[in-house]
């Protein structure tokens, strides 16, 4: 199905979920009618931190400008043999 | 300008786990992202991989599948398209000097015509698109093609953001914005892969021409439209981890706010190559 099909209908049924909460008053009523907000604050911040992390653990590879480097004095070095002038910037 | 390099001759079969098994071609795309240098360096980049595999002159381990050191062949068939947008770069000479028959074509060429120029002319089953920049390293092309082979995948991503990928030259902004991106976006879009952003992927063709009919934005989100279009559509998508090194022209060059500057008006121009055989090359212009 659609993916914004899947979107609303999860969607329908947190609703549902509230609105079951708040008829049925096993939580204190001001919870409940906070619930919305408290989800939505907890998305946000959970974003927050798989962003800090993702930064923290952003993995990085400065060897690999070394090796590239190499590859490109060596290509150049290679293709000069073979006749094929590149010149240089 | 554009030039078709096309090797001729006949074609070899490979044997890859030890038994025979239809070799396939491969269009790989180049896309840069600098001008002048980086045409050239494709080129360069693109002739030396492409002859390490035909002759293995040069023995780059790292280069070649596993299995072909043990048997001491490279035997990946290919033909490269390399199509340019037109500029004076230089790039028209050294694709001379690799090859002697071109046909210029003056046009400018925006990221969808290129594509679908590519695609016209390319006669292999798979095509890889990448920056030609250097940024995407020929050497992980091997993995991409033993990915594909091993899992019959229709699309091999390749993603910066796990264990033996990364970056290099960006800087914390940087970091932060791609992953921002990538956050936003999976929360939103579920979309099965790790990199959204990447650009250096292996297609196989009938699945890019469904994906570019299918395209609706204007820009580089079309890359990200690209990749979640395809898993919405249900293709198998596999992930390989590459390296990207950033800056590597630009810094030189010295031309980055130039280009990162100007409103839209920058055009790169792609370059297609196509692994058909790995016996001879040619090279034409379309």
Known sequence: MKHIVKIMALLVALSAFWISLLQTSVLPQSYTWLLPLYFIVSLGCYGLLMVGVGLIQFPTCPHEAILLQKDIVEAKGFLKEKGVDIGSE | ?286
Not at chain 2, 94 to 101: G, S
Not at chain 2, 111 to 134: E, Q, R, S
Not at chain 2, 173 to 180: A, D, E, Q
Not at chain 2, 232 to 247: A, C, L, M, N
């Open chain 2, 1 to 286: 300008m554009a030039a078709v390099a096309r090797s001729g001759g006949d074609k070899a079969s490979s044997s890859y786990g030890g038994e025979e098994c239809k070799l396939r071609s491969f269009c790989v795309v180049w896309w840069p992202k600098v001008e002048c240098e980086s045409s050239r360096m494709v080129v360069e980049g693109c002739a030396r991989w492409l002859l390490a595999f035909r002759c293995g002159i040069l023995v780059r381990r790292r280069w070649r599948f596993e299995r072909e050191e043990e048997e001491g062949q490279g035997n990946v068939n290919f033909e490269i398209i390399v199509v340019d947008d037109g500029r004076p770069d230089g790039a028209q000479e050294i694709v001379k000097q690799l090859q002697q028959l071109l046909r210029p074509r003056p046009k400018k060429l925006g990221l969808g015509t290129a594509y679908m120029h590519g695609l016209k002319h390319a006669t292999g089953n798979f095509v890889v698109i990448m920056d030609a920049d250097l940024s995407h390293h020929p050497k992980y092309l091997p993995s991409f093609i033993k990915k594909q082979i091993e899992t019959g995948a229709s699309i091999v991503t390749g993603t910066r953001y796990v264990k033996g990928g990364g970056v290099h030259g960006w800087n914390l902004m940087r970091k932060l914005t791609s992953r921002g991106a990538n956050v936003l976006a999976q929360t939103l879009l579920w979309p099965g892969v790790s990199d959204l952003t990447g650009s250096f992927r292996l297609y196989q063709k009938s699945v890019l021409e469904d994906v570019i009919s299918s395209w609706v934005s204007k820009g580089y989100v079309f890359q990200m439209e690209m990749i979640v279009r395809a898993s919405r559509k249900g293709f198998h998508i596999e992930e390989v981890p590459i390296t990207f090194v950033d800056s590597v022209w630009k810094l030189k060059a010295g031309r980055i706010r130039n280009i990162r500057g100007s409103k839209g008006t920058f055009v790169p121009s792609g370059y297609y190559i196509e692994v058909v055989d790995s016996d001879n090359m040619e090279l034409w212009c379309l």
